[in-house]
């Protein structure tokens, strides 16, 4: 089994940078995969890590730490539409394509 | 290209009955997962379909089945349905090679409520 854990709610200003961190434990590490989720919406895809080190894709970047079990999305120059839900997700190597989810991390920008 | 659709999108059920609902992938893809989303427990795996073939399978009773056909189109089955069943039913598809970093890309979801 493998427990993922991410803060439950996050408030920050729009403009500014937040780090939304995830820490997992998990047997047979195969990648860790982060998505947003509007509410009322399908997850979208955001980033993947399966090597350690950061992963930069325009205002978002994320971070793996596999032998921390610990990754972190960061978001900059936050803007309202960004208030969303963000959901972390490990998938397992002999586990195909399932992925387990994070219970998710609402992110509420303020003007 | 179009995304992953998902019928119905939205249906209500009582205690006892039997739901299907159907999920079609984006073209070219060949795995067809499906999730479970509540507020309480998030999104849970409930199984993947890959060339017509269960590949892995979540923790969830066997009230919960699913196939796949040869066009891979997927469709899931809940019998005796029970009011903890309601949820955000997503499906997700991948083109199914196992790549690194293969991505999921999800449909809009089925919103089943049991009374």
């Known amino acids: 089994g493998q427990n993922i854990d991410q803060p439950t709610e996050m408030t920050a200003t729009e403009g500014a940078i937040v780090q939304i961190n995830c820490t997992y434990q998990?047997?047979?590490?195969?990648?860790l995969f982060w998505y947003q989720q509007h509410a009322g919406e399908a997850p979208t895809f955001l980033s993947y890590?399966?090597?350690?080190g950061l992963e930069e894709k325009g205002r978002f970047s994320s971070f793996l730490s596999r032998s921390k079990g610990y990754s972190y999305l960061l978001l900059k120059e936050l803007q309202m539409k960004d208030s969303a839900s963000y959901l972390c997700?490990?998938?397992?190597?002999?586990?195909?394509?399932?992925?387990?989810f994070g219970k998710g991390t609402s992110l509420l920008v303020t003007p | 290209k179009a995304g992953v659709t998902q019928t119905p999108r939205y249906l209500i059920k009582t205690r006892g009955q039997q739901v299907t609902l159907s999920c079609s992938p984006i073209?070219?893809?060949?795995?067809v997962s499906w999730y479970q989303q509540t507020p309480g427990q998030g999104l849970q795996f409930l199984f993947e379909?890959?060339?017509?073939?269960?590949?892995n399978k979540g923790n969830f009773p066997g009230r919960f089945s699913g196939r796949q056909f040869s066009n891979s189109r997927s469709e899931m089955n809940v019998s005796t349905l029970e009011l903890g069943d309601s949820a955000l039913y997503l499906c997700?598809?991948?083109?199914?090679?196992?790549?690194?970093?293969?991505?999921?890309?999800f449909g809009p979801g089925t919103r089943l409520l049991v009374l």
């Open positions: 997700a598809s991948s083109l199914g090679a196992q790549g690194v970093g293969e991505t999921q890309y």
């Open positions: 073209s070219g893809h060949r795995s």
């Open positions: 890590n399966v090597l350690d």
């Open positions: 998990t047997s047979g590490f195969n990648g």
């Open positions: 379909y890959f060339s017509e073939t269960q590949r």
């Open positions: 997700a490990v998938r397992r190597s002999n586990s195909g394509y399932a992925l387990n």
